[in-house]
C-alpha cells in the first residue's frame, strides 16, 4: 500500500515537471515565431530606435552613451558586463523557478505565471512596435560591447535565425530579474532579503551599458510587470497551526490512598467531668 502511494506521488511530480516544461517550449517557439513574424522589418526597428532615443532626451533620460563610455575605457569592467548578461538572466530565472517549485508551490505558480504573462505581453509589443538596441542604432553612438571584447550571444543581425534583434522594448531581462527579485523579497526573512533587489538593478545597469537596451525598455518592462502582478491572485499561505495532540491509549484511573493524619499533638480541652473529678484545692 505504501509502495503505491509512493508510485503515484512520483508519478504526479512527474506530470506537473513535464506540463511546466511544455510550457516554457511553447514560450521559445513563440519567440521563435515572433523573430520570423518581424523579419524584413529592420528599417522600422531602426527607426523607432531613433524615435525612443530623442523621446528620452525629451523626458531628460541620462545619455546611455554615458554611462558606457567609462566602461570602455578598461576591458575587464566590459567583460563582466557582457558575461552578466551573457550567462546570468536565464540561470538565474530558472534556478529561483526550481526552489521555489520544491519548497514554496504556491510561490512558485504566482512566479511563473507572472513569467509567462510578461513574455507574452513582451512578443505582442516586439511584433507591433519591433525597435533596434542602441548597438544598431547610428544615432545613439553606442558600441556593440559584445562583438567588439565578447562573450557575445548575437551574430550579425541580418543572418540571426536563433534570436531576435529588434526586440528591445520591453526588456524581458529586466523584467524577469525583476520578477525573480520580488518573489524572493515575498519567501525570505530578515531584512537582509532586500539585497535581492541587486539583481534587477544590475541589470538594468548591465543591459544598457552594453548598449542592449534603452533606459525605457526596463521602464516599460517593470509597469508592464506591476500591472501583471496586481491582477494576479496572491498565494494562499499554508495553514501553519500545529495539528491537535493525538489521544494515547487511556490510563487506567488511580485512586490516591487516603492521607494519614498526622502526628502532631494538640492541647486537651478540659471539660466539665474533668472538672467534678478534680480534687478540691487546699484552702
Given at each position: 500500500?505504501?509502495?503505491t502511494k509512493t508510485a503515484s506521488t512520483r508519478a504526479g511530480a512527474l506530470r506537473r515537471a513535464a506540463r511546466e516544461l511544455a510550457l516554457v517550449a511553447v514560450l521559445f517557439l513563440a519567440y521563435k515565431a515572433g523573430r520570423q513574424l518581424i523579419?524584413?522589418?529592420?528599417?522600422?526597428?531602426?527607426?523607432?530606435?531613433?524615435?525612443?532615443?530623442?523621446?528620452?532626451?525629451?523626458?531628460?533620460?541620462p545619455d546611455?552613451?554615458?554611462?558606457?563610455?567609462?566602461?570602455?575605457?578598461?576591458e575587464l569592467p566590459v567583460r563582466l558586463a557582457n558575461s552578466y548578461y551573457a550567462y546570468v538572466h536565464f540561470p538565474a530565472t530558472v534556478l529561483c523557478l526550481v526552489w521555489l517549485y520544491l519548497r514554496r508551490p504556491e510561490d512558485y505558480l504566482r512566479l511563473r505565471r507572472a513569467l509567462a504573462?510578461?513574455?507574452?505581453?513582451?512578443?505582442?509589443?516586439?511584433?507591433?512596435?519591433?525597435?533596434?538596441?542602441p548597438r544598431l542604432t547610428a544615432v545613439?553612438?553606442?558600441?556593440d560591447t559584445g562583438r567588439r571584447f565578447g562573450p557575445s550571444?548575437?551574430?550579425?543581425?541580418?543572418?540571426?535565425?536563433?534570436?531576435?534583434?529588434?526586440?528591445?522594448?520591453?526588456?524581458?531581462?529586466?523584467?524577469?530579474?525583476?520578477?525573480?527579485?520580488?518573489?524572493?523579497?515575498?519567501?525570505?526573512?530578515?531584512?537582509?532579503r532586500w539585497l535581492w533587489l541587486a539583481h534587477p538593478l544590475v541589470?538594468?545597469?548591465v543591459v544598457v551599458a552594453t548598449g542592449n537596451h534603452y533606459w525605457l525598455d526596463g521602464v516599460v518592462a517593470a509597469v508592464l510587470l506591476a500591472v501583471i502582478l496586481a491582477a494576479l491572485p496572491r498565494p494562499v499561505p499554508p495553514d501553519r497551526t500545529p495539528p491537535p495532540p493525538v489521544a494515547g491509549p487511556p490510563?487506567?484511573?488511580?485512586?490516591?490512598?487516603?492521607?494519614?493524619a498526622g502526628r502532631r499533638r494538640t492541647a486537651k480541652v478540659p471539660t466539665a467531668a474533668d472538672a467534678r473529678l478534680r480534687p478540691p484545692g487546699r484552702g
Open positions: 500500500m505504501q509502495l523579419a524584413g522589418r529592420a528599417g522600422t526597428a531602426l527607426a523607432n530606435g531613433e524615435r525612443i532615443w530623442w523621446l528620452e532626451r525629451l523626458l531628460h533620460l546611455e552613451a554615458l554611462l558606457q563610455a567609462p566602461l570602455l575605457a578598461h504573462v510578461l513574455t507574452a505581453a513582451a512578443l505582442v509589443l516586439h511584433v507591433c512596435v519591433p525597435l533596434a538596441p545613439t553612438a553606442m558600441v550571444v548575437y551574430g550579425p543581425p541580418e543572418a540571426d535565425q536563433l534570436s531576435n534583434q529588434y526586440a528591445a522594448m520591453p526588456s524581458l531581462h529586466v523584467g524577469w530579474a525583476l520578477a525573480v527579485a520580488l518573489a524572493l523579497v515575498a519567501v525570505t526573512a530578515g531584512r537582509w541589470t538594468a545597469v490510563r487506567p484511573h488511580v485512586v490516591p490512598p487516603p492521607r494519614r
